[in-house]
């Protein structure tokens, strides 16, 4: 069903749509590394504020997302809905226009620099932007009506798809690191709801992503992604489950620098 499809494509590249702590030396890089023999992290920092990215992110990007591997680690028996079927996005690049954009940092960290001073703002994901983009590439143009972010919190974020559908994801956690190679990672856990049909639906998702600055065949970025699903604890295979995901998905991205002009910073 569109619906549930459109769900699971929605949350796998969470990371480009949603401030940061700092985890323990290397430990969100051997995470990946680890795939698929995931546990889920506990400890995460509260978010607070939205995620800063390096400035070398800054800007517009067409992105290109491959599904390149997946996993039912309780498999068969828990099998999240739409896995079966995201088996056919395998090796299938799909390609959108994203960007990155100075703001201001939170309003804690603002009091402490003068507001005129451009070293005060950070860079972060233009989230309703880039999931526009992803949504419609991914199901079409006619899939999503909206998608509009908390003007209170930059970690709460309404996706409203056609039928009446709407998918609210709630950012709960997150951590940083910047390995000795230069290479930026990310991890962020956000609570999903999932509502507009029959039975609402909730989970857990955590996405890990690796980000590195190359210079080959016009790529300027490449980054190594792994979303995992987690079952609520509404879910009656929960305590089964445990803290294990019940499925992963891994991807390759590569970021194209745009030629749209240069955004203006607010």
């Known amino acids: 069903m569109l619906f549930i499809r459109g769900f699971w494509i929605f949350c796998l590249l969470i990371s480009l749509l949603l401030g940061s702590g700092d985890a323990k030396a290397g430990e969100l890089a051997e995470r990946l590394a680890n795939f698929p023999q ?57 390609s959108f226009l994203v960007r990155f954009v100075k703001v201001k940092p939170p309003i804690s960290r603002a009091k402490l620099i003068p507001a005129t001073d451009k070293k005060s703002l950070i860079l972060v994901a233009d989230r309703a932007f880039n999931s526009l983009n992803l949504i419609r590439a991914s199901l079409g143009d006619k899939a999503v009506l909206s998608v509009k972010v908390d003007p209170d919190s930059p970690n709460r974020q309404i996706t409203f798809l056609r039928g009446g559908l709407q998918l609210v994801s709630i950012v709960t956690a997150r951590d940083t690191e910047t390995t000795p190679e230069g290479k930026f990672v990310t991890t962020e856990v956000f609570q999903q709801l999932f509502k507009g049909g029959v039975n609402p639906y909730f989970n857990t998702v955590e996405s890990t992503t690796a980000y590195h600055r190359v210079s080959t065949s016009g790529v300027a970025i490449e980054a190594d992604q792994v979303t995992a699903i987690y079952l609520s604890p509404q879910d009656p295979d929960y305590f089964v489950a445990g803290s294990r995901p019940v499925a992963l998905y891994r991807y390759h991205l590569e970021f194209f620098p745009s030629k749209l002009p240069t955004i203006p910073q607010e």
Do not use: C, H
């Not at 400035?55 to 039912?72: F, K, R």
């Open 38 to 94: 995931w546990e889920k992290l506990t400890s995460l920092q509260p978010a607070v504020g939205d995620l800063a990215y390096p400035e070398w992110m800054a800007g517009y990007w067409q992105v290109t997302s491959t599904l390149v591997d997946l996993a039912a680690p309780l498999a068969p028996d828990i099998v999240t809905p739409g896995f079966e079927g995201n088996r056919r996005q395998l090796n299938q690049p799909v």
